[in-house]
Each structure stands twice: as structure tokens, then as C-alpha cells.
């Protein structure tokens, strides 16, 4: 009873989607016309495809014969006939399509631009070692840390006359190079 009641269910589910022009035997579905947006198949496979130009808003209808694209102008038709002879190619070759490639992956370099270090060693004592730290953005916005360049660093003070910190002006600099930098000046 309870086989006989699901199998009378389905087929008057069967019927009524039948009345609406929607039929489905062993899982295929199968519907005179649809109507989508857009519609995403892993495969398709059909006789012919009707197509819209861009351009003129025309209807072609296409399909391969032979491994050759034929193209006619206007709707697909069951009955339809094609050409009995192909056009000069001078006049209107046939459509061919690019082979399948893969997707063209867009590839982002950064571009590292850094703020100057902070702090600067003149703010700190001679001979002192201090940690010096940036910020760096890429302007590309490439969402990665592929050739980031440091953004810290160790730093030690010295003075302009060399390694050693001094109190005053060593004897050198004020008899050697003091007087060379004044009368190049002039």
C-alpha cells in the first residue's frame, strides 16, 4: 500500500509539472524553453547555439559541421538548412573560436614606501645604542610582505669626528680641517 501510494504521489507530480512543460525521467530534466540570467555548467552540450551581436543587435545562429563553424544569420530553427555552399571567406569567414586557455592570473608587485627612522641618533646621548623604528606601506595595496624592508633597527650615536664621543672639538679638527672648510667656503 504504501508503494503504490508514493508511486500514484510522484506521478501526479510528474503530471502536473508535465502540464507546465517541465519533464524529468531518470534525473534529467527536461523544459521546452528557460529563461536565466545567467547560467553556470560545468558542461554543455547542444546542436546549435543561437547567438546576439553586440553590435547590431542581429541573431545568428551557429553550429559545427564537418569540425567547421558555420554561421547563418537569423534564428535557429529545427529545419533549418545550411548554406549549400560556404560564402567566399573575403565576404564572411566563419566564426572561429580562441582554444580554451586559463584564466589569466593578474600578478601584484608591492611597492614599499617607508617613513624616515625614528628617532634620529642626534636626539640621543653619544655612544648610546638605541632601536630605531619605520613604517613602511605598500602603495599597491598587494595584501603581502613579499620584499617589506625592515622596519627596525639597532643604531649607535657617535660624533662627526669618529667612533670615539668627545667633550670639545679634538686639536686635529680645529688645526687640519676647520680652517680648509672655512677657506673653501669663500
Not at 502540464?19 to 554543455?44: D, M, P, R, Y
Not at 529545419?79 to 586559463?102: D, Y
Request: aromatic fraction near 10%; proline fraction near 8%.
Amino acid at each position: 500500500m504504501g508503494s503504490t501510494l508514493f508511486s500514484d504521489f510522484i506521478q501526479k507530480v510528474k503530471q502536473a509539472l508535465a502540464s507546465l512543460g517541465f519533464f524529468i525521467e531518470n534525473g534529467i530534466a527536461q523544459v521546452k524553453e528557460l529563461v536565466a540570467e545567467k547560467i553556470f555548467a560545468q558542461k554543455v552540450k547542444t546542436n546549435e547555439l543561437e547567438m546576439v551581436d553586440k553590435a547590431t543587435g542581429e541573431i545568428y545562429c551557429t553550429w559545427i559541421e564537418n569540425g567547421e563553424w558555420v554561421k547563418v544569420k537569423g534564428e535557429c530553427e529545427e529545419n533549418q538548412q545550411p548554406p549549400t555552399e560556404k560564402p567566399p571567406i573575403e565576404e564572411e569567414p566563419p566564426v572561429e573560436e580562441p582554444p580554451a586557455e586559463e584564466p589569466l592570473v593578474e600578478t601584484c608587485t608591492p611597492s614599499w614606501q617607508c617613513t624616515d627612522w625614528q628617532p634620529l641618533p642626534e636626539t640621543t646621548a653619544c655612544g648610546q645604542t638605541l632601536t630605531q623604528t619605520r613604517t613602511c606601506t605598500d602603495s599597491n595595496n598587494c595584501g603581502t610582505d613579499e620584499g617589506k624592508p625592515s622596519e627596525s633597527q639597532e643604531a649607535k650615536r657617535y660624533s662627526m669626528f669618529g667612533s670615539k664621543c668627545h667633550r670639545y672639538l679634538p686639536i686635529r679638527y680645529v688645526l687640519f680641517y676647520l680652517p680648509r672648510r672655512i677657506f673653501r667656503l669663500r
